[in-house]
């Protein structure tokens, strides 16, 4: 199951949680593969606020997953792609950083 962390500001909440359904179906959609159909209810998105940061970015997100050779392959698309789409169906999310960590073990109950 691949999880979203987004790290923000409080003044950035607001706007970013009216968004969460939409980006949660496009994360489903850009994190498929051929070997693995994901619907959007696998998708586990936060919205964190830190009390102390130095971010590179207004709004960060942080995309885990599991290791699939296609997501391996387009990495780096994959990054773009949703830092578009948040860009555009969330113009006040600020500047935005999008890191992807695919991992080889997981497990989930």
Known sequence: MPSINIYTNRERVMSLEQVLPELRGFAAQELSCGSRRLSSDEISLRVIVPDSSLQIADTELEIKAHSYPE?????????????????????????LYVWLQLSELGHSA
């Open 71 to 95: 997501r391996v392959e387009k990495q780096d698309v994959i990054c773009k792609t949703i830092k578009d789409y948040v860009h555009k169906i969330c113009p006040s999310a600020g500047s």
